[in-house]
């Protein structure tokens, strides 16, 4: 049987000052990470394998509002260069956001008491690993974290005009922002 060991939380080792809108457009945000950030996010991403320790690396999406769903998905991304390609955009990628639901997270329900805002939180352990290994994220700087909306791929012998509902899809994402108060990086 294998024997249980200790784990301690997760530490917060870094975290953004500000909070970002999403409104159906690119939109990022910086997570400035902490002195103590560089050997533990080492140790945590370690080439081969994660620490023997058990230690992984969390990235949270924290208290993200909207006074209702937008109907876009945004994924998420560490680090994403300024001019990126789709093989960029895939090995930055972490996860998406969605807002399915957050209808009910702005009705004061008594009985059933809730932390205010959604969150998203992503196992980013191997994504950084990758990129620490590649020369993307260097030690001491801080994390980029970026949103990109997801739009849906037309149906195969679609004949109506894509760009235009697509379109739509960001205008009508423009109209009800989504605020994420916080994007925040545990390792524990």
Do not use: C
Request: hydrophobic fraction near 40%; charged fraction near 25%; glycine fraction near 8%.
């Amino acid at each position: 049987m294998a024997q249980n060991k200790r784990r301690r939380p997760p530490e917060l080792v870094g975290a953004s000052q500000r909070p970002v809108r999403l409104e159906g457009a690119p939109a990022s945000v910086t997570a400035v990470m902490a002195p103590s950030a560089d050997p533990l996010l080492a140790r945590a991403a370690k080439p081969v394998a994660p620490s023997a320790d058990g230690s992984r690396v969390y990235l949270n999406v924290e208290d993200v509002r909207a006074l209702g769903n937008p109907g876009v998905v945004y994924g998420v991304y560490l680090n994403l260069p300024r001019r990126w390609t789709e093989r960029d955009r895939d090995l930055h990628h972490v996860g998406n956001v969605t807002t399915f639901g957050i209808e009910g997270m702005n009705s004061l329900d008594p009985e059933h008491d809730h932390v205010p805002g959604f969150r998203h939180t992503f196992d980013v352990t191997r994504r950084v690993r990758v990129l620490r290994r590649l020369g993307r994220l260097r030690r001491g700087e801080p994390l980029e974290v970026s949103f990109l909306p997801e739009l849906p791929i037309p149906p195969p012998g679609y004949r109506g005009n894509a760009q235009k509902v697509l379109a739509k899809i960001l205008d009508d994402a423009s109209e009800v922002p989504i605020v994420v108060g916080r994007v925040s990086v545990f390792v524990g």
